[in-house]
């Protein structure tokens, strides 16, 4: 079974979630192989990209694992967000919660660590530049090409970070 990790920024305007989210199912359907085992996602269901590759592993009828980085992570979210989030948590075929109670950086980095655990790969929605904060897009993927683990990143052509 392949497993799948995802990290990108968050905040980012609708037409770039656009952009991403025909580039992660593109991504997600590449790896489908018929007749060889599941694809498996693994995400920490964020706004954003996290959860468009979420969604996107669903329909596509792979299995999804949600890691939760600490009690308080949801009402962390944005308050719009939580639909989504609670749709994504119960579709998951696993949920890891790890055992932090504020959701804050730290507890974000740990998210991203055990997700990266979880997975053969990391697809990365990445703009290429540095962290705005630790446990950001970019420490995910240092993180994983230390581990030597494959990295691909997709920022398409139009993308923009405010």
Request: with cysteine; glycine share 10%; hydrophobic share 45%.
């Amino acid at each position: 079974m392949t497993s799948v990790a995802i990290t990108g920024h968050r905040g980012l305007p609708a037409g770039t979630l656009a952009l991403v989210d025909r580039a992660l199912r593109l991504e997600v359907a590449l790896r489908i192989r018929p007749g060889e085992t599941e694809l498996t996602g693994v995400s920490c269901l964020a706004d954003g990209p996290d959860s468009l590759f979420a969604q996107a592993i669903l329909d596509a009828g792979g299995r999804l694992v949600a890691v939760v980085p600490a009690r308080t992570y949801r009402a962390s979210l944005p308050a719009s967000h939580h639909p989504v989030y609670d749709h994504l948590v119960a579709a998951a075929s696993r949920v890891i919660e790890l055992d932090r109670e504020t959701s804050d950086p730290e507890a974000h980095q740990a998210g991203s660590l055990r997700m990266l655990d979880e997975s053969d790969e990391l697809l990365a929605v990445w703009d290429g530049l540095p962290a705005r904060g630790f446990g950001g897009t970019a420490d995910v993927v240092a993180t994983a090409r230390e581990r030597g683990m494959p990295v691909t990143v997709l920022w398409p052509e139009g993308a923009e970070r405010p």
